[in-house]
Antibody, heavy 118, light 110 residues
């Protein structure tokens, strides 16, 4: 059973960088699949942030592309998210998830709430 | 403004049939890209409910079904049960593998 677990600071100050890591268990990132980040502001819907392919190729939501970076550490079987210059609008529950070639997210982490506040 | 449009809410009585629509465009659903559906309960992560338009992952009851036609897709729940009360999201993607979700639909079981 594939498991994903998000970790990182729960509180980030405005203008700083939000950094999260997703640790994957029971499946090697290098075998295949896409690994993505999705967020959900309190009381709102889901927003795809971006994904990284097992080869290391990345693709991002155009509306966030200028502030987002996703990377992978295969030695630790982790992938990470950085969101630069955050504002209160970036406050959300952040999920990491696995997706196959038809981009359906079949395994999800439990999510972690990150608040942007001074 | 979501790329995929869903009704904000739907409702039905136990045992009834409800349909949740998801309207896209010729660059996503209309271009043939797969549609997936997720079920989300408060405080929990979304769960894949239907993938590739009309397929159910193992463990999903056959009361849930999906379909697609033109630039729209639908999730149908038959024999509605109280535990089906949740938020439902459709999702698709485009030629760049960018994913996008509908705005979500809250299902109320009366």
């Amino acid at each position: 059973q594939v498991q994903l677990l998000e970790s990182g600071p729960r509180l980030v100050k405005p203008s700083e960088t939000l950094s999260l890591t997703c640790t994957v268990s029971s499946y090697s990132l290098t075998i295949g699949f896409h690994w993505g980040w999705i967020r959900q502001p309190p009381g709102k819907g889901l927003e795809w942030i971006g994904s990284i392919y097992h080869s290391g190729s990345t693709y991002y939501n155009p509306s966030l592309k200028s502030r987002v970076k996703i990377s992978m550490d295969t030695s630790k079987n982790q992938f990470s998210l950085q969101v630069l210059s955050v504002t209160a609008a970036d406050t959300a529950v952040y999920y990491c998830a696995r997706a196959d070639g038809s981009v359906n997210f079949d395994y999800w982490g439990q999510g972690t709430l990150v608040s942007v506040s001074s | 403004q979501s790329v995929l449009t869903q009704p904000p809410s739907v409702s039905g009585a136990p045992g009834q049939r409800v349909t949740i629509s998801c309207t896209g465009s010729s660059s996503n659903i209309g271009a043939g890209y797969d549609v997936h559906w997720y079920q989300q309960f408060p405080g929990t992560a979304p769960k894949l409910l239907i993938y590739n338009d009309n397929n159910r992952p193992s463990g999903v009851p056959d009361r849930f079904s999906g379909s697609k036609s033109g630039t729209s897709a639908s999730l149908v729940i038959t024999g509605l049960q109280p535990e089906d009360a949740a938020d439902y999201y459709c999702q698709s993607y485009d030629s760049t593998l960018s994913a996008f979700f509908g705005g979500g639909t809250t299902l109320t079981v009366l």
